[in-house]
């Protein structure tokens, strides 16, 4: 089946650095993308998300970028602080028929912020 | 703000008994969904709901059985725990479902661990 995937299951940034988390998605159906940040202990929480009809999407200190060509998702985050330390999952939004939907996961990437 | 409760947070099993997660929101959600989570393996989807009294299977059902008596609440039950179930738990909803453009709510996870 479609899955999606990471490709640095470990990130190392120093403080104030600028990080780029990376997703590798198989399914060119999927219509939209989401990241979320798991800090440890807690529940995901949504960080950004991006349809599949736009390039690039802005938030605060965070910037998610979509290649359809090459199937490939990035989160890009501005001025990493120490509160950024967590893991970080793509999800991929497909249509599996009849009117449902599945949300895909990947693995994730464990980010951890030097001081 | 609650959002989304999930008790117990911690929970110890001897192979073959039984006992039932409960996930409680309090956003007036629609869905409701049950999720495991396994080192390496990212977030898979158990069950889900797409309203009171309403469940159907997802990516990972077998083992399990759920229930949505009320809108706020859905419970997760294992009849007959297996090693295999030892797994993070997490408890998500969202006002509209995984096809639209809506970011899912977590619960802060239950840790079990089935001996």
Known sequence: GESVGLHLPTLSVQEGDNSIINCAYSNSASDYFIWYKQESGKGPQFIIDIRSNMDKRQGQRVTVLLNKTVKHLSLQIAATQPGDSAVYFCAENTYSGAGSYQLTFGKGTKLSVIP | ?115
């Open chain 2, 1 to 115: 703000n609650a959002g989304v409760t999930q008790t117990p947070k911690f929970r110890v099993l001897k192979t073959g008994q039984s006992m039932t997660l409960l996930c409680a929101q309090d956003m007036n959600h629609e869905y409701m969904y049950w999720y495991r989570q396994d080192p390496g393996m990212g977030l898979r989807l158990i069950h889900y709901s797409v309203g009171e009294g309403t469940t159907a299977k997802g990516e990972v059902p077998d083992g399990y059985n759920v229930s949505r008596l009320k809108k706020q609440n859905f419970l997760l039950g294992l009849e007959s725990a297996a090693p295999s179930q030892t797994s993070v738990y997490f408890c998500a909803s969202s006002s509209l479902g995984q096809g639209a453009v809506e970011k899912l709510f977590f619960g802060s996870g239950t840790q079990l661990s089935v001996l």
